[in-house]
Every structure is written in C-alpha cells, then in structure tokens.
C-alpha cells in the first residue's frame, strides 16, 4: 500500500468551484489508475471520477461538471470541481492501484478495488 496525499477541499456556495489535488510518492511510479471516491455523511463510499493513461471515467452525477486529469511526471491526479451543489459535500479520498483493469466505468468500481489511499479532503457546499 502507498500512502498518498490529497489536499484542495474546502467550503464554498452552491456554484462554486474547488480543485482537489493528490500526489503519490516519487518512489511509487506509475500508478496506473488513479482516481477519486466520496464518502457523504452515512453513506457509503462511492466513486466519483477514475482515470489511466487511456480511459477517464465519471460518475453520473457529476459528469459534465467535474474534470479529472493528471500529472505524471508529478505523479499527480486533479480534480477540478465547478458548479457544485450541496449534494456534493462530503469527504473526498484518492485512490490508486498499479494495476489499470480497475479503471472500469464508476458503476462497476469498487473502493475494494484500490488498495492506496489518501487521507480525505473535505468539501462542504452550502445553498
């Protein structure tokens, strides 16, 4: 497991914009998919957004409004969030795994999928 570090979240109004970001050690190269869950109060975690050098996959809900991209020579992945809405508050964890099967469209995939985690960004919207 690789320890990585998310940082960006924050509290904005309703339409506004965070950009959320994640970096995994430079001794841990090639994280092959690399992405971001969300975990709202009492619910479970979902996905939000995975991509691999190939593919980017978004949740339905945020599809349109959030763009995920990424950094390899920092070993990087963004989140850039705009037109958020309350619904989106919760707390914000990235995640990877070397392995590039697990980017797969967000209603397939899994947290069990990956097994390096931030430590969890949050974000609260007010309206």
């Known amino acids: 497991q690789v320890q990585l570090v998310d940082s960006g979240g924050g509290s904005v109004q309703a339409g506004g914009s965070l950009r959320l970001s994640c970096v995994a050690p430079?001794?841990?190269?090639?994280?092959?998919?690399m992405g971001w869950f969300r975990q709202a109060p009492g619910k479970e975690r979902e996905g939000v957004a995975l991509?691999?050098?190939?593919?980017?996959y978004y949740a339905d809900s945020v599809k349109g409004r959030f763009t995920i991209s990424r950094d390899n020579a920092k070993n990087t992945v963004y989140l850039q969030m705009n037109s958020l809405k309350p619904e989106d508050l919760g707390m914000y964890y990235c995640?990877?795994?070397?392995?590039?099967?697990?980017?797969?469209?967000?209603?397939?995939?899994?947290?069990?999928?990956?097994?390096?985690w931030g430590q969890g960004t949050q974000v609260t919207v007010s309206s």
């Open positions: 430079r001794s841990y190269l090639n994280m092959r998919c």
């Open positions: 991509t691999d050098d190939d593919s980017i």
């Open positions: 995640a990877a795994t070397y392995s590039p099967r697990w980017c797969r469209p967000l209603s397939l995939s899994s947290p069990t999928d990956f097994p390096s």
